[in-house]
T-cell receptor, first 111, second 110 residues
Framework: NAGVTQTPKFRVLKTGQSMTLLCAQD?????MYWYRQDPGMGLRLIHY???????AKGEVPDGYNVSRLKKQNFLLGLESAAPSQTSVYFC??????????FGDGTRLSIL | KNQVEQSPQSLIILEGKNCTLQCNYTVSPFSNLRWYKQDTGRGPVSLTI?????NTKSNGRYTATLDADTKQSSLHITASQLSDSASYIC?????????FGAGTRLTVKP
């Protein structure tokens, strides 16, 4: 049982490049989330999904897009990366009543 | 201003000692409060959850308390171990929305 798996674990991009972060969960959870974690700040919600085919904006959605075509996968896209998007990105999943299960993060640096 | 404030930012204690971490929040209303442990390079893992009506919850050597009137929570760690070295994050939930504290970085030294 892998839980929540994020790929890649590390990535370095140049400003203006695009990329997609993949999150996969094997717990049949309805809800999935993308957060970013920056030094000295709490995790901030980027986008979330309450079910297959649905997505919604969180606190800091600008510059990101998401898709949930399959229940087990939640993709986070950066269309044109900016240095301000340098961060550690965490994906999480949950059922309605259970705590969020987090992946181990993707460390993204944008030069 | 963050609606969930944690103190101290960092703490160093000797193995075997006890410690208490604080979480003050202004989030209202709230449905539950959780404490998470985050090891370096890993994602957060849930330790405890408390609803509005609960004022204490234990998980092994971890005991969380909640005072909903003063909007304060604490996490007490008893007989600390080296493996307790981690960041501890307080999370206050409002239905779907969650507010995360910045965390307390705990270092346990031998």
């Amino acid at each position: 049982n892998a839980g929540v798996t994020q790929t890649p674990k590390f990535r370095v991009l140049k400003t203006g490049q695009s990329m997609t972060l993949l999150c996969a969960q094997d717990m049949n959870h309805e809800y999935m989330y993308w957060y970013r974690q920056d030094p000295g700040m709490g995790l901030r919600l980027i986008h979330y999904s309450v079910g297959e085919g649905t997505t919604a904006k969180g606190e800091v959605p600008d510059g990101y897009n998401v898709s949930r075509l399959k229940k087990q996968n939640f993709l986070l896209g950066l269309e044109s990366a900016a240095p301000s998007q340098t961060s550690v990105y965490f994906c999480a999943s949950s059922s309605r009543v259970q705590p969020q299960h987090f992946g181990d993060g993707t460390r993204l640096s944008i030069l | 201003k963050n609606q969930v404030e944690q103190s101290p930012q960092s703490l160093i204690i000797l193995e075997g000692k006890n410690c208490t971490l604080q979480c003050n929040y202004t989030v209202s209303p709230f449905s539950n409060l959780r404490w998470y442990k985050q090891d370096t390079g890993r994602g957060p893992v849930s330790l405890t959850i408390m609803t509005f009506s609960e004022n204490t919850k234990s998980n092994g050597r971890y005991t969380a308390t909640l005072d909903a009137d003063t909007k304060q929570s604490s996490l007490h760690i008893t007989a600390s171990q080296l493996s307790d070295s981690a960041s501890y994050i307080c999370v206050v939930s409002q239905k779907v929305r969650k507010r995360f504290g910045a965390g307390t970085r705990l270092t346990v030294k031998p």
